[in-house]
């Protein structure tokens, strides 16, 4: 706390090497660390207010990533899915023995509706001798039979 001489220019004080007033730290009791604290504590209930929306931000871009570099493999998995479009053989040879007696052969519709039917529900309407009305003025061949099917 004593200022050197004015002649003295050489010896550097050890004050001057501390920082200058306005840049002097806060006392040990003054509140402005407990505001810090409090606001730090406003930040922590943001953060756990958006914490559900950063996490699903951070979860879409995990899912959009793998996509994007899996792509090539995650098409054959869709092409090579044997479980819903692939039809079943024993089904298959049904529809079109049901198609032949029906003289429905190129009738997509009626095709489609019975492709989806169980084997079950193919095996019914081969042994009750159904046939479709294919001159119903309201309904289609196709909307009878599933109509039909119990």
Known sequence: EELPPAGDEEEVPPEEDAPPDDEEPPPEDAPEPEEAEEGAEDELEVEDHLKDAV???LRLKR???REHGDQASGKRQKLGDAGGDEPRPIAQAKVKQLLLKWNMQTDMVVKHVLDHLSFEELRFIAESNY???RYNQRKSPSELVAQYVP
């Open 55 to 57: 996490e699903g931000n």
């Open 63 to 65: 899912l959009l990533s």
């Open 131 to 133: 046939v479709p009305d």
